[in-house]
């Protein structure tokens, strides 16, 4: 029953009974609830089933509304060993949830529990079992254990399923009954029904993830299975066998790897006679190797998880993407790009999750991605971590041929508003440089014009991009270390005036006049320079002092001086140290004779990797490999074995059919042998039953898993009949299949034993196959760019479909009843099918445009990219706020604006009326089957001071459609409700807007020194630090600087440090500065450290980011 039934029958139920919960401001929260109370109580200890039944309908709906009910446990567990069967199920909703908490009162009604264990309704069975595994008291271990074992082998699938649900908590109680526990898994998972499947694979997770041995025989089952299974049992099934295939199956990739390993090896070959009659011995011997040949059960989950690349849900596609990831061969592999691609149309969470794999895969499979190229690029509404993942594959699939189009990419990413954004496309033009040789000299020309722009960001991270091209080839490039020799007085970004300074000291014989005059403008300056900075000024002077002694011998002997007495002890160390290598004394040691060798040594030039690029040894898709660190529970992924296991293990025995006519037992037999045998490989009647359900699955990829599920909700709740409807109808079920055996038994063979064995979902698929061969062909053909209509018309078609089901279960399909020569032509037809629903037309076709010459650097992109200067326009500030970061309020609930639902939010935009009211974007959704009109605001009750603008009234919202306009309220910098009445034709509401603080500023660009101008201004009072203990999501800076941001409208200030992020705004009202710093320390403490005027907001807002930033 779903909260909003039970609302609308709560309020139907009594005329003379108050209505709660209506208006915030009439105390209802607040008043006591024991007048309300009592008169439960008495409703629940009436004679009455119609009076319990309204009460318990009432107390599921507190429930749902997120209200306290635990003091109606006593007088609801009474209602326990009611025999109507309505109460009874909504009383065991109720003790689910209450539970855990009351397991004194819980323990005194086991028995009952017990009682309803052998109740005739397989939903009483499943919710006595559930609320029994809910009471965490070992006393009753051997209860649970006993009523777990009995409901393993309960006729119902659901109650078998609701055990599976409790082996894991029986488990995590008490571990001692683990072997009991593995015992009923083994039983549980030779279930033949969708149903259960997922469950009991999750329940095998939790307790027993090693016992691979049980998965033995039933791992053609669940690859068979799969496509009918609900989605969340098959993204849990397809990572277990992703595990169990690497256990059991050779790597398919093993002789391609091992002659790449020889090409190399023959390559970097050394001259020695004995070395290269190994190396020929080593050759002889690989084409002697046995060929690799796919095991038949390695192709079968293949096979059939293939399909599932076109379900409607992410994870299930995810799952699919890394099995094949992890498994298959690589050319067939290519398959999992379209499907990604598609995910990426998402939400931009399931965005996160997806690039961070595609930036995994295309590391090690470039091509598989190259044809999506365009699908990567950004879009100035992605959130900034999106936006920084999509630079990461960019950078990873740029080559020679198509470098030129990523970097006119780069080239316009360059002057985005996006800071961080901006950083990261910078950093990712120097990965491209070092990557591809061809365009470095370009790509530094380019980097070079943008050391003149005028944002000094861009300029900081410019110069440290530089830097690192430099070291490659400084001998060519003397006039760009010049050039960023005259920035020095103009950058004060502290970590590029240290590249700079490092670049001229290293180099400093390519410059050997410029160099002992930066020393001198350093050497003024020395005292008020960043601690990284003073650090290469003392490394400059110590490597000018060896290479120029003459000129710089005094400025040197000043500057270890100041650097003696500074107030940072690294810096005085440093200076101690550099003075003993270079000043030579009688104390000094051996060490000194080699100063020169110490700091003029060659140093290599910097690898610039991508930070995905070791990331494949966690299993994708999994929450290690999105962190990047080991998560608790996570279970490794096995190494391929170096030689086949016995695939015999696999074999399922064929039972004892003493029952059976022998032409029957011969029958099975005939199909048994050459399905299980590993000599066929592909042949046979295996292939032919796979392709079956291969095409009937791929005809309705899109709505199986919709069926399944709607197939488990019938079973929930449409099963409510007596046992003995329940046994009458299996005994005839039973008597139709007889018949139907006997009569398949004279007709020949077509089926494999597997496909006959399951539980009716292979027949369903084969009788909506025949009936709708030629419209699921013309569907598999579509482009996948159409999935949303698709699905669409699925769900339309799986009601249909759902209801046909039972007469498609009664009658065998007509396909089976023809003569024999028939059936052959229609095996020849439906092996056409096969090629028109073959899923090579998921593949990516590669054609598309053609490619241009190796002379892939055209001189207008050489001028376009040395014009990668910023204009004034641009950097005008915006507040455009990602659409995926804003959080939706509720103004007014559906069913209490009788279908009208109305939800806002604050867009982060400038109101252009007026700039010191907050936007607030409202939309209104009407759910009736009526128009809704003249809709406005009237009488708004303000605070003194605050101020309303209203929207312009909507004269009509038509039935099904949503409007949103925008209205702006000036909050007068305060947390303060603004309080009004929404009014349409015929009804009045009155609602509350109240704001988080953070919502009440807008972004106020700073530069690093104005910044710590402002907030010296800022100080005692009005200044506001706590420390905090950083959340475990809370890895890296980017993280942080999320958090605060979505917490408040806040700009990003330049800080030089990498251990502090800076924030600044302005409250919208009066334009006071707010400044905002989080400086991290080791481990996971931090300090937070908010400047404000006004002393309120400053404590509001430092409470929400610590909560932000502590979770």
């Not at 049992?233 to 990739?253: D, H, S």
């Not at 993407?321 to 999992?336: M, R, S, W």
């Given at each position: ?9 709560e ?29 439960l ?7 009455k ?79 006595a ?8 008291v ?13 409901a ?6 659901y ?6 649900h ?120 690989l ?5 690799y ?37 690589k ?46 690029y ?18 990873n ?83 760009i ?31 050997p ?54 107030q ?24 000194s ?29 999994s ?9 608790g ?6 190494d391929?074995p ?8 696999r ?20 199909v ?80 494999s ?14 009788g ?6 030629q419209?699921?062909a ?49 095996s ?14 998921f ?27 910023l ?64 809709l ?7 605070q003194?001071?605050m ?31 603004a ?23 807008t972004?106020?660009?700073?530069t ?6 402002e907030?010296?201004?800022l100080?005692g ?35 030089g ?13 009066s ?33 929400d980011?610590?909560q932000?930033?502590?979770?």
């Amino acid at each position: 029953m779903s909260a909003s039934s039970a609302f609308s029958d709560e309020k139907g139920g009594s005329s003379s009974e108050p209505e709660y919960g209506h208006d915030p401001a009439s105390g209802g929260i607040f008043s006591s609830d024991y007048k309300r109370h009592d008169d439960l109580k008495e409703m629940l200890d009436s004679n009455k089933d119609s009076l319990k039944l309204e009460a318990m309908k009432r107390i599921v709906a507190m429930i749902a509304r997120g209200k306290n009910a635990s003091d109606l446990f006593p007088a609801v567990v009474k209602n326990v060993a009611c025999k109507n069967i309505e109460v009874k199920k909504l009383v065991y909703v109720y003790l689910v949830r209450y539970a855990e908490e009351q397991q004194d009162l819980a323990l005194l009604s086991i028995s009952t529990f017990q009682r309803g264990l052998k109740d005739p309704n397989q939903l009483i069975r499943a919710s006595a079992l559930r609320v029994l595994s809910s009471i965490r008291v070992t006393i009753i271990v051997p209860i649970m254990m006993l009523a777990i074992k009995e409901a393993a082998s309960d006729m119902s699938p659901y109650v078998r399923k609701t055990a599976a649900h409790a082996i894991p908590k029986l488990h995590s109680l008490d571990p001692e009954q683990k072997d009991q526990l593995i015992e009923v898994i083994e039983k549980l998972l030779a279930d033949k029904t969708t149903l259960v499947a997922g469950s009991v694979v999750m329940a095998f997770e939790e307790v027993c993830p090693d016992r691979i041995d049980l998965i033995h025989k039933n791992y053609r089952k669940l690859c068979n299975l799969l496509i009918d299974v609900e989605e969340w049992g098959q993204v849990v099934i397809i990572n277990m066998l992703t595990r169990y295939a690497r256990t059991q199956f050779l790597n398919p990739n093993v002789n391609e790897s091992l002659l790449e390993e020889s090409g190399e090896r023959a390559f970097y070959a050394s001259d020695d006679d004995d070395e290269d009659e190994d190396k020929k011995a080593e050759a002889a011997a690989l084409p002697k190797r046995k060929p690799y040949v796919m095991d038949p059960d390695h192709r079968l989950l293949l096979r059939n998880t293939k399909p599932l690349l076109q379900s409607r849900n992410a994870a299930v596609v995810m799952a699919v993407a890394q099995l094949y990831f992890h498994l298959a061969p690589k050319a067939e592999v290519g398959v999992i790009a379209k499907a990604l691609v598609r995910l990426m149309r998402s939400h931009s969470e399931v965005q996160y999750v997806v690039l961070q794999n595609v930036a995994t895969m295309s590391i090690k499979r470039r091509g598989m991605f190259e044809p999506y190229l365009k699908s990567f690029y950004i879009r100035s509404t992605d959130p900034t971590q999106i936006k920084i993942l999509k630079l990461e594959v960019l950078t990873n699939l740029a080559n020679e041929t198509n470098i030129s189009t990523i970097l006119r990419e780069f080239q316009t990413y360059i002057k985005s508003m996006d800071k961080d954004f901006v950083a990261a496309s910078i950093q990712a033009i120097g990965r491209c440089a070092t990557n591809i040789g061809e365009v470095r000299d370009t790509c530094l020309n380019g980097l070079v014009q943008l050391l003149s722009n005028r944002d000094e960001l861009v300029v900081a991270e410019s110069v440290v991009v530089i830097k690192k091209l430099l070291q490659m080839q400084p001998e060519q490039h003397s006039d760009i270390i010049k050039h960023m020799a005259k920035l020095i007085d103009s950058i004060q970004v502290p970590m590029a005036r240290a590249s700079i300074l490092w670049l001229i000291g290293e180099y400093c014989e390519h410059v050997p006049k410029i160099s002992p005059d930066v020393l001198r403008k350093m050497a003024k300056t020395f005292t008020n320079e960043e601690d990284i900075v003073k650090l290469q000024i003392i490394n400059l002077a110590a490597k000018l002092y060896l290479t120029n002694s003459k000129q710089t011998k005094l400025l040197t002997q000043y500057v270890l001086n100041l650097a003696k007495y500074d107030q940072n002890y690294d810096i005085r160390d440093r200076a101690r140290f550099i003075r003993q290598l270079i000043v030579p004394t009688d104390k000094s040691g051996a060490l000194s004779k080699y100063a020169k060798k110490l700091f003029l040594a060659l140093k290599p030039a910097p690898v610039l990797e991508s930070p995905f690029k070791d990331r494949d040894h966690f299993q994708l898709g999994s929450l290690s490999h999105l962190l990047n660190a080991k998560a608790g529970g996570y279970q490794e992924l096995p190494d391929w074995p170096e030689s086949a296991p016995d695939p015999s293990v696999r074999n399922v025995e064929i039972p004892d059919w003493s029952k059976c006519s022998s032409r029957k037992d011969r029958k099975e037999k005939k199909v048994e042998t050459p399905f299980y045998s590993d000599s066929d490989g592909e042949s046979g009647p295996t292939e032919s039953a796979d392709s079956e359900s291969d095409s009937g699955s791929r005809s309705e990829s899109a709505s199986a898993s919709e069926e399944s599920a709607s197939g488990s909700e019938s079973e929930e709740s449409g099963e409510e009949t007596e046992s003995e409807e329940e046994e009458e109808d299996e005994e005839e079920e039973k008597k139709k299949k007889k018949r139907l055996e006997k009569t398949k038994a004279k007709k020949p063979v077509e089926e494999s034993a597997e496909s006959e064995q399951s539980s009716g979902a292979e027949d369903r698929k084969r009788g909506r196959k025949a009936v709708k061969n030629q419209k699921s062909a013309s569907e598999s053909e579509s482009e996948s760019e159409s999935s949303e209509s698709e699905e669409e018309e699925s769900e339309e078609e799986s009601g249909e479909e759902s209801e046909s089901d039972t007469d498609i279960r009664k009658k065998k399909t007509p396909v089976s009843k023809q003569p024999p020569k028939q059936s052959k032509k229609e095996s020849k037809k439906e092996t056409q099918e096969m090629s028109l629903l073959d899923l090579d037309d998921f593949e990516p076709t590669t054609a598309t445009a053609p490619v241009t010459p190796v002379n892939f650097m055209s001189s207008s992109l050489v001028s376009d990219l040395e014009g990668l200067s910023l204009t004034d326009s641009i950097l005008a500030p915006t507040t455009i706020a990602p659409s995926g970061s804003i959080k939706m309020y509720e103004l007014l609930h559906r069913i209490k604006g009788e279908g009208l639902a109305v939800e806002y939010c604050f867009s982060r935009q400038p109101f252009s009326p007026d700039p010191h009211m907050v936007a607030v974007q409202i939309q209104f959704t009407n759910n009736t089957n009526s128009e809704t009109k003249n809709l406005h605001i009237e009488e708004p009750k303000l605070q003194s001071g605050m101020r309303i603008r209203e929207f312009s009234e909507i004269e009509v919202l038509a039935a099904g459609d949503s409007v949103t306009v925008v209205m702006g309220i000036d909050f007068c910098d305060s947390t303060q409700a603004a309080n009004f009445q929404l009014c349409t034709h015929t009804r009045k509401f009155f609602v509350t807007i109240q704001p988080p603080v953070g919502e009440l500023m807008t972004p106020a660009f700073l530069t690093e020194n104005d910044f710590k101008k402002e907030q010296g201004k800022l100080m005692g009072m009005n200044e506001i630090s706590e420390k905090l203990s950083l959340g475990e999501k809370c890895v890296n800076e980017h993280i942080i600087v999320e958090r605060v941001t979505a917490t408040a409208n806040l700009s990003r200030v330049p800080c030089g440090s990498d251990k502090e992020c800076r924030f600044a705004g302005k409250t919208v009202s009066s334009g006071c500065l707010v400044l905002v710093t989080v400086a991290t320390k080791e481990g996971v403490g931090a300090q937070l450290t908010v400047n404000c005027e006004k002393m309120v907001i400053g404590t509001m807002l430092v409470k929400d980011i610590l909560q932000a930033l502590s979770q």
